[in-house]
């Protein structure tokens, strides 16, 4: 079971936050603040799993806070010790959505969010602490017809999927492209779902190519991308837990490199 804490100025968003996790037999609430300092002193002192937290808060944000937390730990992990706890903000603004992938937030609930949402995100929370995979075999290649003869696509070599017209052009990482008779409905039932993900009506990126995300623009190599709001919520909850596949293992691994710009991400392959 997961130990909790919750910083919140709200007294109310507290109470809801209690009430739901007495519905969890994943997760105790074992203290919540309205004070960052108080919260900031328990941490250096007590065990936790799990910091359920709002991001504006009155003397100090919710970013400034756990970036200072995170500075805080930052030696344990060069002595093997993994005693930065995870954390969820809970929040009223979408403005801070990417910059909470940066601080690796296992999750980002925009208030006011019901007990199913947050139930997904604790559950979230027990997976990446479990450390849990998706174990399922997956298909190394993609086959689709060009022309009249078919061809088989090795999925690490896709560099991203464009929508045009009635075709598909899949762009290869030696910038090459295949003109594809297929819907992006139908190629997205083809392409393990893990790695590939939609992030506008035109195109499908693989998680592991993303290099920096800023202004709504994916870069992947020179190609920037658009990021749709119909799909952003999603793609940024995707980043944040990604785990790749075997295929991918050796290309991606995202918590392994610092994000280094204030409002987008940025990382380094």
């Not at 504006?56 to 400034?64: D, I, N, R």
């Not at 010790?81 to 925009?110: H, W």
């Not at 992947?220 to 119909?230: T, V, Y």
């Amino acid at each position: 079971m997961l130990q909790a804490i919750a910083l919140d100025s709200d007294t109310n968003a507290l109470d809801r936050l209690n009430s739901y996790c007495q519905q969890l037999d994943t997760l105790v609430l074992t203290q919540t603040f309205t004070d960052p300092s108080q919260a900031r002193l328990y941490l250096r002192h007590q065990p936790v799993d799990l910091v359920l937290m709002d991001i504006q808060l009155p003397t100090e944000s919710g970013v400034a806070f756990w970036q200072s937390i995170r500075k805080q730990r930052k030696g344990h992990n060069e002595l093997g010790i993994q005693s930065l706890p995870m954390v969820i903000f809970t929040t009223s603004t979408r403005e801070y959505a990417l910059v909470s992938y940066e601080l690796e937030a296992i999750d980002y609930l925009l208030k006011p969010f019901d007990f199913t949402r947050f139930s997904q995100a604790v559950q979230r929370a027990v997976t990446y602490r479990n450390g849990q995979r998706n174990s399922s075999p997956l298909p190394a290649y993609l086959a689709v017809r060009v022309d009249a003869g078919l061809v088989r696509i090795k999925l690490t070599d896709i560099a991203w999927i464009e929508a045009v017209s009635n075709y598909l052009k899949i762009y290869l990482s030696d910038q090459r492209f295949l003109l594809v008779r297929m819907t992006m409905k139908a190629i997205l039932q083809e392409l393990p779902t893990n790695d590939f993900i939609r992030v506008h009506r035109s195109y499908i990126i693989p998680i592991h190519r993303v290099q920096a995300v800023h202004n709504k623009l994916i870069r992947i190599g020179e190609k920037q991308i658009p990021l749709s709001s119909n799909y952003d919520e999603e793609f940024v909850s995707i980043l944040r837990t990604y785990q790749p596949s075997s295929q991918f293992s050796a290309l991606s691994s995202h918590r392994q490199s610092p994000l280094q710009q204030t409002y987008g991400i940025v990382r380094t392959s």
